[in-house]
């Protein structure tokens, strides 16, 4: 019996080599050894793990254009996800964190079950679930969460803090006939196993930093923000913190209470969620426009230094290319700007 042939990756500029296993993905390798590159879908949809194939042969699983262009991959680009060695390979990273390198938790699997659901809007569920044994994990990471009964994986943030590993909870926006969203009304209960995989993503809580935090999300953006919000209440630390939440209309807002509290208790907290559509039902006099333009505004009137400014974001692809270049204008480096590019399962 023939054993799977083992190859050699070298990451450059960081110098750090692990192995990786013909049929597996660098990416998958790379989870697997604890050794923490930037990635996002890990599907070959949001280009976060693009790479240089500087030495070695390799071959492309199918991925999506838009996340890496012809012309990039007649230059030897490629998707760390989505490449397959069949030698020793050198790729150069073009994206990476020595801090989420430094942080790296191995990706392991964990038995569970689910414990509640709840509804908070009329499209937004939240989904608690039980682990057999507790899982690691940084504010703001993600997981991929399998039905087995149902042979369905969907990756989804951690709305819960670290500091309780046992039960982890989930902000999960509903969509039509989304094969995940709808079993939680419709067959998903307590009691019923899941499978949990993780962590996984780059845009966690950066600690002991005195500038402001900037939090901007919208949907189940809410989730790896509530966690990273809540983890930072919980450290103790102090910096100003601005949380920007977008929705449509006033029923889709959620723990308005809650941010209310946080900005009676919290030293220079201010909740700003804005609503794009709002109805004259609404009665709304907080803020309206899309987030990025709300955003800009507020930024431009509070003054801050841009170079002081962590910025998390958190939401679909045209909201993070909406609010990229308004952080560039705010003055935010763009090694302190963090994203989580939600993209739709192709699974």
Known sequence: MS??????????????????????TVLDAAFRQGVAVMHGCKEGQCSSCKALLIDGDV??????????????????????????AHTDITVELLNYDEDLMRRSIAVKE??????????????????DVELEQPIR???????????????ITRSYSMASVPSSPGQVSFIIKKYPNGAFSTALDTELKPGDPVLVKGP???????EERPGPMVLIGGGSGMSPLWSILNDHIESGEQRPIRFFYGARTRRDLFYLEQFAEFEQKVPDFRFIPAL????PEDGWTGETGYIHEVVARTLKEEGFDGASI???????APMIDAITPVLHMAGVP???MYFDKFTQAVR
């Open 310 to 316: 962590d910025a998390y974001t958190c939401g679909p």
């Open 334 to 336: 763009p090694d302190q």
């Open 59 to 84: 071959e492309m699983l199918k991925y999506s254009t838009f996340a890496l262009p012809d012309y990039e991959r007649d230059a030897n680009h490629v998707l760390l996800c989505r490449t397959l």
């Open 137 to 151: 994990f940084w504010a703001g990471q993600f997981v991929d969460i399998t039905l087995p009964e149902k042979g």
């Open 276 to 279: 794009s559509a709002a109805e």
């Open 3 to 24: 054993e799977t042939p083992v190859h050699i990756v070298r990451f450059e500029p960081v110098g750090v080599e692990m192995e990786v296993a013909e049929g597996e």
């Open 110 to 127: 964990f038995a569970g079950k689910v414990v509640g659901i709840s509804a908070l809007t009329h499209d937004i569920r939240r989904l």
């Open 200 to 206: 996984y993503g780059g845009c966690f809580r950066r």
